[in-house]
């Protein structure tokens, strides 16, 4: 019954944007820190963003500072990742972690391309 489920994901040019959304069901969302992960093919996952329960806390990829923000609304229950200035090196799939006290879930990946 726990299900994170990503949309946003596409095909995009260079310096356009793309907003990544998460929606959480079945586990009490404003309980949990979440985050945002990348994952290309032949390489290892890599953090790319993190947000606190209550969203007042953010984390960065010094690979996307500046660029990317991740932000969170408790009450529809689903986490953002807005994406500017993309690169074509940002391309990859994209994974919503939850996390909270040993507990942790994953949602499927969705795919963001950037190319020209």
């Known amino acids: 019954q726990v299900q994170l489920v990503e949309s946003g994901g596409g095909l995009v040019q260079p310096g356009g944007s793309l907003r990544l959304s998460c929606a959480a069901s079945g586990f009490t969302f404003s309980s949990y820190a979440m985050g945002w992960y990348r994952q290309a093919p032949g390489k290892e996952r890599e953090l790319v963003a993190t947000i606190g329960s209550a969203g007042g806390n953010t984390n960065y990829a010094n690979s996307v500072k500046g660029r990317f923000t991740i932000s969170r609304d408790n009450g529809k229950g689903t986490v953002y990742l807005q994406m500017n200035s993309l690169k074509p090196e940002d391309t990859t799939v994209y994974y919503c972690?939850?996390?909270?006290?040993?507990?942790?879930?994953w949602g499927q990946g969705t795919q963001v391309t950037v190319s020209s």
């Open positions: 972690k939850a996390w909270w006290i040993g507990t942790s879930y």
